[in-house]
């Protein structure tokens, strides 16, 4: 099977500009989620989605973080104005349900410099 | 709110040995916890999920223990090889939570 594919793969901005993330999961994976992966760090969850709607978004800078899935399917991850600190890597994951027996699945991230 | 703990950034051992990392938790105990293996520029992949309930779980070289009472899972690799250098992850299904990682370098 295809795994989860993210783009860009790279991205360098400036502060205060605008990004965004694009992610096509798993085909037939219900739950994708958001995380960052601050160097030396593990993943943190931004936000998780079951099919199109949100199932958690609590540690989601929401004055400066935006996310939608369209359709259940792919979704796309915003930053807008960016800061410094969001230097990152965005790491998208699905899975065909929720809970135990639905481990993720990472697409390889995109890597985040702001200056 | 729970606490992931993964006990050193990094481990260095001699190709053949086996390598052992701890996560430990804090709080409730997860009903299952996850171990993922990080190679550099590349997303997480799953390894072994163990449930509060079984004490151990192998799949190869790989061994997975969890002790409610320590609140502590185990990972082992035996036989290690400089292929398996990577950074290991803990996930708690719970909470959705990664612990930091700990860093695993096998020399030959």
């Known amino acids: 099977e295809a795994g989860v594919a993210q783009s860009p793969r790279y991205k360098i901005i400036e502060k205060r500009q605008s990004v965004a993330f694009w992610c096509n999961p798993i085909?037939?994976?219900?739950?994708l989620y958001w995380y960052q992966q601050i160097l030396g760090q593990g993943p943190k969850l931004l936000i998780q989605?079951?099919?199109?709607?949100?199932?958690?978004d609590s540690q989601l800078p929401k004055d400066r973080f935006s996310a939608e899935r369209l359709k259940g399917v792919d979704s796309t991850l915003k930053i807008q104005p960016a800061k410094l600190e969001d230097s990152a890597v965005y790491l998208c994951?699905?899975?065909?349900?929720?809970?135990?027996?639905?481990?993720?699945?990472f697409g390889n991230g995109t890597r985040l410099t702001v200056t | 709110s729970q606490k992931i703990e993964q006990n050193s950034e990094a481990l260095n051992i001699q190709e053949g040995k086996t390598a052992t990392l701890t996560c430990n938790y804090t709080?409730?105990?997860?009903?299952?916890l996850q171990w993922y293996r990080q190679d550099p520029g590349r997303g997480p992949v799953f390894l072994l999920l163990?449930?509060?309930?079984?004490k151990e779980k192998r799949k190869e070289r790989l061994k997975v223990t969890f002790d409610t009472t320590l609140k502590q899972s185990l990972f082992h690799i035996t036989a290690s090889q400089p292929a398996d250098s990577a950074t290991y992850l803990c996930?708690?299904?719970?909470?959705?939570?990664f612990g930091a990682g700990t860093r695993l370098t096998v020399k030959p």
């Open positions: 989605f079951q099919n199109n709607g949100v199932v958690d």
């Open positions: 996930y708690n299904n719970n909470d959705m939570r």
């Open positions: 994951a699905s899975s065909l349900g929720f809970g135990a027996n639905s481990p993720l699945h």
């Open positions: 709080n409730y105990s997860p009903a299952y």
């Open positions: 163990i449930r509060e309930n079984e």
């Open positions: 085909s037939g994976h219900a739950t």
